[in-house]
């Protein structure tokens, strides 16, 4: 129970049908060492949140605990986050912390605590298949809300414990219901956010984490990072034309992203904005916005859903943003953690240490981690 109204609500609506329910809130990070906005919106980790969460469980008189993660997830999301950036890459939190964290260290806990099942409010639904004896990953009902993109890294033992109250909802039913039942977090706002990121920056917080400004500090140096020993500097480099031709000059690889077009400081008669980052070299290289479009690239560190492994080359839908529709495209198997996805038509701005997600209609395939991006 992160304190917002969708994890109130469900938590209600599984009491209504007689379920035993133990709200667990996690604290993952303190402001002290993650910076930024101190009053953030209550968002989660916040004392407000713990707070609200509590409050909603006393209404429904269930037991409440609160449990410290922060060392997990210091370890788990935030060096990752941290590590992909110096790579050149840009990670998506919200999915690493989902399936290392909710579905891993918070799923052992409730275990320990004599809990079956794992219920959250996300806005995504779960089916089991008779024919292919699996548990299956559906949308949520409500397009404008539906959360399947963060959840493809789910194993099938995860999904047969697994409850989403909200599903079958939409926000604004949700809303409405909260607000019925007379819970205080109704009308609550919710953060898009990544939640330890407090003021939405990402180049403040990735200074601040690596200390001394972010300047000739190598990533062995980072305390907990997985990529301990790798002497990775991060220090300004050239900034390059799709010529070859050095036009600028930028303040450090994980300070930059695919797409990005503020912070480059370069005269131009046209908008440039960064197409390849090449952190091997610590180099970066724009274009116009035509140079962003690409139809292929490769995926890995894959999991699937519907099915035990791709065999062949399949026709789906794939998504490679949250806020994004799915794009028609195929996907071929290269090997057994790679697949090549080509796109019906290009598409913009496709960036490694992001999620690709493989959709037929609204069931999930699968998803992976974009790799790298194939020029064609």
Not at 103 to 132: C, F, M, P, Q, V
Request: proline residues 4%; neutral net charge; contains cysteine.
């Amino acid at each position: 129970m992160s304190g917002g109204v969708d994890s109130s609500l469900a938590a209600f609506l599984l009491k209504q049908k007689d379920y035993q329910v133990v709200g667990i809130s996690m604290k993952l990070w303190d402001f002290k060492e993650v910076g930024g906005d101190p009053h953030p919106d209550g968002r989660c980790c916040s004392i407000e949140a713990l707070n609200d969460a509590r409050a909603v469980c006393e209404k429904m008189k269930i037991p409440h605990y609160a449990v410290n993660f922060k060392d997990e997830f210091k370890r788990e999301v935030i060096s990752n986050f941290v590590e992909e950036y110096i790579k050149g890459r840009t990670p998506n939190p919200c999915i690493i912390c989902n399936t290392e964290i909710k579905w891993g260290t918070l799923w052992e806990k409730a275990k320990a605590l004599g809990g079956e099942y794992l219920a959250t409010g996300h806005y995504a639904r779960i089916k089991y298949d008779e024919n292919s004896k699996r548990f299956l990953l559906f949308k949520g009902i409500d397009p404008t809300r539906d959360q399947s993109y963060a959840l493809w890294g789910l194993s099938q033992e995860n999904l047969a414990k697994t409850i989403f109250p909200l599903g079958d909802l939409t926000k604004k039913e949700v809303r409405a219901k909260a607000k019925e039942y007379k819970l205080k977090v109704a009308e609550k706002p919710e953060s898009q956010e990544i939640c330890f990121v407090t003021d939405d920056d990402y180049t403040r917080f990735i200074k601040e984490w690596l200390g001394n400004q972010g300047q000739g500090l190598a990533l062995s140096e980072v305390e907990g990072s997985r990529d301990k020993g790798q002497e990775k500097e991060i220090k300004p480099g050239p900034i390059f034309n799709l010529k070859g031709e050095q036009i600028g000059e930028h303040k450090g690889i994980p300070f930059y992203t695919i797409g990005q077009r503020r912070g480059l400081s370069i005269a131009s008669g046209k908008p440039l904005y960064v197409v390849k980052i090449e952190a091997d070299k610590n180099a970066i290289y724009v274009g116009g916005n035509d140079d962003l479009f690409r139809s292929i690239f490769i995926a890995s560190n894959l999991n699937w859903i519907a099915f035990d492994n791709l065999e062949k080359e399949i026709k789906c839908k794939i998504k490679i943003r949250y806020q994004q529709e799915p794009q028609e495209g195929r996907i071929s198997p290269l090997t057994k953690d790679e697949v090549m996805v080509k796109f019906k038509k290009p598409e913009r701005a496709i960036t490694p240490g992001q999620s690709a997600v493989f959709y037929q209609d609204d069931v999930v395939w699968g998803g992976g981690i974009i790799d790298r991006v194939v020029n064609g």
